[in-house]
């Protein structure tokens, strides 16, 4: 028996008698279980419970065992004082250090042990997420209920990282930031960010009119330009000219090269075109944050990110080495992760900093108004019958995964929570 298995049964009354009776021999009648408490102190508030015909209200402790209540060294505690019932396992003891005395309930006869098991086998399966051969037979409605809850919260702790790294008084700076990032991809991201506070929006706009001055900057902050067995076509000889004279003005440290990773990246993932293409967004839009607030549609996003990198690298994949003629344009997917991952993060943000409920809403809706990403994990969901229309359900099945089913905290998840209360139910076998 587990903790955490108990806290769950007691929360759902999973137990076969209403009435009870306690190690003291009082007559123990469970009128509502508490409210489960998830920070520190006894693991339920506010139960209610008569005892001996005496209504209680207040906090409910719960262990596998007697002695934990010793072991755990809640006798010291203030904290729990005021317990009013403890609920356990199995009573082990009845030498307890205690303040204030209170009755102990048993509910290892009345548990349906069974269940317990089925639980275990479940969590134990070995398949990709433990319910993966049983949420087929689970309501659709509940599925999507909580996959937008799992959507609300994975946005909302990205919103979280970038409230609590930043002050945000400037929008347009944490939107260039985010951008900057998200272009660099898991493996350039961190960089890219790096580039995007050393060369901050309002100076990069000031060379907006002119692309050679705009990307020799960028370079040259990045390191990439600074290079020294790089080889020089002219361009690059004129890039690192125009950058030398822009970093005694304006005073720059350019970023060491060694942060950047080229290997094993196909050229329109260079770090170098990446850079490229965010001078073309600088370029386009003076004011990033306030054009992508009013974008409301997939098209006006889209048309938002419909940049390529400049004319040198239409004919170069690295620093003079010639390629065929491409024009290295962000794409569909690279569109979607950049919307994903960074602009609507900090929208939504930002609606939370003033309290705009319906940018809020807006943001989760153009979050199902774009494909859902496919991927490893994603497929391992939608084949098991769980809805992967929009983005919206696949960065929510996203959270559920790493947070939820890969942990197997299926008694913290409204799924795991139906299936086991529904107990029985289809068998986990392969």
Request: aromatic content about 12%; hydrophobic content about 35%.
């Amino acid at each position: 028996m587990t903790e955490d298995y108990l806290h769950f049964a007691w929360k759902n009354r999973l137990y076969e008698n209403k009435v009870m009776i306690a190690d003291s021999g009082e007559r123990i009648e469970i009128i509502h279980p508490g409210y489960y408490n998830r920070d520190a102190g006894p693991d339920f508030s506010q139960g209610r419970v008569r005892i001996d015909g005496q209504l209680w209200v207040g906090n409910i402790e719960i262990h596998v065992r007697q002695s934990d209540w010793n072991v755990h060294n809640h006798g010291t505690d203030p904290a729990y004082d005021s317990i009013i019932l403890h609920v356990v396992y199995e009573i082990d003891t009845d030498q307890l250090h205690r303040k204030n005395p209170f009755p102990t309930i048993e509910l290892k006869a009345i548990l349906d042990e069974t269940r317990f098991s089925w639980y275990q086998q479940m969590i134990n399966s070995g398949l990709n997420f433990p319910c993966q051969n049983i949420v087929g037979g689970i309501r659709h409605e509940t599925i999507e209920t909580w996959l937008e809850r799992m959507l609300i919260e994975r946005i909302e702790r990205k919103t979280e990282e970038l409230t609590l790294s930043q002050q945000p008084d400037d929008w347009e700076e944490i939107m260039y930031q985010q951008i900057a990032r998200s272009l660099g991809l898991s493996v350039n991201g961190d960089p890219m960010k790096w580039l995007a506070l050393s060369v901050p929006f309002r100076l990069a706009t000031r060379y907006r009119d002119s692309q050679n001055q705009l990307e020799a900057l960028l370079l040259g902050a990045s390191g990439i330009l600074l290079k020294e067995d790089i080889f020089e076509d002219q361009q690059w000889m004129d890039f690192r000219n125009e950058y030398q004279h822009l970093q005694r003005k304006h005073q720059i440290k350019a970023l060491p090269y060694s942060v950047w990773k080229f290997f094993r990246l196909r050229p329109a993932s260079f770090p170098t075109l990446r850079i490229s293409q965010l001078a073309a967004i600088i370029a386009k839009h003076p004011l990033m944050f306030d054009q992508l607030k009013e974008a409301n549609t997939p098209k006006a996003y889209f048309d938002f990110f419909k940049v390529e990198a400049s004319e040198y690298w239409q004919t170069h994949y690295s620093p003079g080495k010639y390629s065929a003629n491409v024009k290295y344009k962000l794409g569909k997917n690279m569109i979607h992760r950049i919307l994903i991952n960074g602009v609507f993060p900090v929208l939504f943000a930002y609606a939370r900093w003033n309290n705009d409920e319906g940018l809020q809403s807006r943001i989760l809706n153009d979050l199902h108004q774009l494909e859902s990403e496919k991927n490893r994990i994603t497929e391992h969901y939608k084949f098991a019958g769980f809805p992967m229309k929009t983005a919206g359900h696949s960065q929510g099945v996203l959270h559920l995964h790493h947070n939820y089913c890969r942990s197997k905290k299926c008694l913290n998840c409204a799924i795991g929570n139906t299936i086991i209360s529904g107990y029985p139910a289809p068998t986990t076998d392969s």
